[in-house]
């Protein structure tokens, strides 16, 4: 089987895909504050326009009163002499009643324009107009004051001089310059608060579509994080889930193959043996009767009328034992190295049978039974808190033990051995770390380590270099991985990742 | 009475003179025959009625395997109280349960090691001298 398939042709990962939607996010961020800043820009126009705007209309309404105040005075005047002339044709008091209301007011009306005008072109004109009024007002006065005292006929010639009617004409003058000029105020002041008025108007409604863009912008924007947050979770939903069947088809697949080479393995070994004995035996058959030979020998060396080559001599008493012994050590490796395989396939084909193991208390057997070593060494192995897990209690200790052993054998002689081991849990996964502070592997060595047959570093200890490669055989069979860091003469860590329910996992695979 | 022989069934010639010296050394005389696969060694063993005779049988035959010779022996009741002593490289616990199983007398493993091979055989020499082989009659 072909497990690299699996990793071929794969959409972006969702990790890819996350990263593009925030940068994506960031855009749409970067957008949006630029909204929001242009939105508080024309907060701030808008509020400064209407302040100008409703200055502008303040300025009109002041020229309009000041026309206003400008007629009723002129209105005021009128009344005041149509009262009096009234009277003076009807002699009715009733006829004085708009003359003495109108004159009450006409004093207070005069000064008011005077005032209201006094910062404009038109204050000499305000002032003549006020003269006038006056004027006005005491040729009214003085016509009453001679009917009273010289009758009507008096008051008839006063009248008929023309001279209020000359003030009359002269105040309505004054009025009408007065007017011109406030009529021209009043239509760019008109004008003024007209275009401010369109500007505001421009302004309210842009910031209106601002509003609804920004709204529009934002809108977007969190539909499309929610979006992509959904799609997201769904794809990481979806590898979860594909993780979970990969990781189980690569396990059925990796126990195949382990099966397979279990198999082989067991074979393999089985024919090597016969072979063996054979060699074995035959070697010790011959070595008995080269022996016999030799005995035959030496009691020909020792007859006197003794023959024997020296050739003979030399290959019967030292080139044949010396063969021999090579042989026989050769063989016996042969067989031990045979015997580790078929202890090898023989253990991956033993059943496993998971349990909950405390593991804490499981290396700390295991500590033990090293401490007869670890103190002659005075080095120490220190067991720290331990996530427990389900797994076959013979494989496990043997994984355990391979590994401290490896770092009991392996610590360095010039400082005291610290040997640790400690571990989390990892989701599914317990994680074990066993660190040393030992004489370290080489980098180029630290695959080799887990070979068969295979050892590294200085060879002052013994052993088949089995260990580690059956270590990793027993945690592949568990579903777990192995992996070491290393630096030479300084320690080693090995990571141990095994599943915390192996029951569970191993029944999927099955 | 019958002289009781012995059929040894190896296909390793090598295996089967090593077991035949050490079984003469032991100062066993029986008649030895051999047979180097299953086929002959049933045909010999089919025909032998009920005549005297102990099996030493290698259990990894080119032909088939010895537990299919070893069920056949004690399935049929001409020949199946025929001591069988099972000799052979494997050392499996599976395997071995399963000669027992099928009736196998003994069960030895050959020992690579040739000392622990030979003390093997002559025990088995000893042993076969002072057992009794049943009654054909």
Redesign the interface.
Known sequence: MNVSTLADGEEPSPIEQSVRSRVLGNASLVLLAIGFAALIVMAIAVTVLTERNREAFDLAATTRKQLSDIARAVELLENAETGQRGFLLTERESYLEPYNDATAQIPGQLDAIVAETSTLPIAGAAADFRATGTAKLAELSSALDLYKSDGRGAATEEVLTDRGKGLMDQARRDAKTMNAFLDKELAVRLDHARKTGEILAAAQLGSTVLVLAVSILTGLGLYRNVTALRQAQAALAETNSNLEDIVASRTQALSQANDEIQKFAYIVS??L??????I??????LEAAAKTVGRYVDHRIKASDSDVPREVVEAIGEDVPEAFEFIKTS??KM?RL?SAI?RLS?EGRRVLAPETLQMRALLETIADTLKHRTDAMDAQIVVQPLPNIVADRLAVEQIFGNILDNAVKYLSPERPGVITVRGTARGALAVYEIEDNGRGIAENDLERVFELFRRAGRQNTQGEGIGLAYVRQLIYRLGGTIALKSTLGQGTTFTLSLPMNGAKSKSEVA | MLPVSIVLVEDDPGHARLIEKNIRRAGVNNEILHFENGTAALAHLTTMGKAPMLVLLDLNLPDMSGTQILEQLKSDSDTKHVPVIVLTTTDDKAEIQKCYDLGCNVYITKPVDYEAFATAIRQLGLFLSVMKVPDPT
């Open positions: 089985h024919d043996r016969a072979p063996l004995v054979n074995m035996g035959f070697t010790t058959e063989t016996s067989d045979i078929l023989r």
